[in-house]
């Protein structure tokens, strides 16, 4: 299993397990907006995890990479 990171300038936890950069989510449940950045860590994001934002509730926008190629629905 990989473990969690976290990126304080785009407040986004996220994991790598080598092949793919997953976005796992926040930890500020607060923000209105959030900006997936193409690459973390020098590797491209792929994926975002399922509910990744489920408790945001005062999130009203997402930008998602042209990187990001799953979104997962489980």
Known sequence: MAEERYTPASKIRY???GNVLNINGTNDHTLREIRIPPVLDGHPVASISNSAF???TSLIRIEIP???T?????
């Open 70 to 74: 799953s979104i997962d629905s489980n």
């Open 66 to 68: 042209d990187t990001v």
């Open 54 to 56: 489920a408790g945001n």
């Open 15 to 17: 994991s790598f397990d």
